[in-house]
Structure formats: C-alpha cells, structure tokens
C-alpha cells in the first residue's frame, strides 16, 4: 500500500557531506512520521533522527549538530543532511514511515536501504 524508496548513499571521506532522500508513495491519506535509522555490520539498528508531520524532530545524540532531517510534506519527502561524516557513520541507513494509509489504517513501512561508506 504504502512504499519508500531511498536515494543518496555512497561514498565520501571523512569530514565530507552526503544527502539522503526518501520518496513515499502509494496508497497515503496522510503520513505521521518519517525518520531515518541505520545499522552497521555486527550493530543493531538504531534511531539516526526523525520528524513528525508538526516537524517535531529527534537526533540521536552521536549526530547532533551534523545531521539535519527535514520534510518536503507536498512531495511525501524526506532528507537527511550529513556533514562532517566520520568512519563510525557508516552503516546501511534506512527510512521509515508512519503513514495512514487509504484502508485508513495506521501502516508503518522501511524502505530497503541505501549504503553509506566513509573513509578515513
């Protein structure tokens, strides 16, 4: 019903910035909240930072003051901006949504992920 695609991921040195984008689509009355999570190898996945539809907005504290998250609500769009990458960024991230779907039922969706590597 509900479907998101990521775009952005790839590769920068360390200190170097990367743009994440995470696009919704499909069956959406509305949708509550999007964020982003990422999960290094051999970690569990974990909370980079989120924003609801009031543009309430949460960080994980490893990325405080580098990493903003902003919403495009017209376009069912979410962004992250990563300045100031180090190696311990690099991870799989992953959007997630909180969506009403057309059903009006609550559905909370993942994207597939996108790759961020930073080299040192």
């Known amino acids: 019903q509900v479907q998101l695609a990521e775009s952005g991921g790839g590769l920068v040195q360390a200190g170097g910035s990367l743009r994440l984008s995470c696009v919704a689509s499909g069956r959406i009355v509305s949708i509550k909240k999007m964020g982003w999570y990422r999960q290094a190898p051999g970690k569990q996945r974990e909370l980079v930072a989120s924003?609801?539809?009031?543009?309430?907005?949460n960080y994980a504290d490893s990325v405080k003051g580098r990493f903003t998250i902003s919403r495009d609500n017209a376009k069912n769009t979410v962004y992250l901006q990563m300045n100031s990458l180090k190696p311990e960024d690099a991870a799989v991230y992953y959007c997630?949504?909180?969506?009403?779907?057309?059903?009006?039922?609550?559905?909370?969706?993942w994207g597939q992920g996108t790759l961020v590597t930073v080299s040192s």
């Open positions: 997630a949504a909180g969506a009403i779907a057309t059903s009006l039922t609550y559905v909370e969706v």
């Open positions: 924003v609801t539809s009031g543009d309430s907005t």
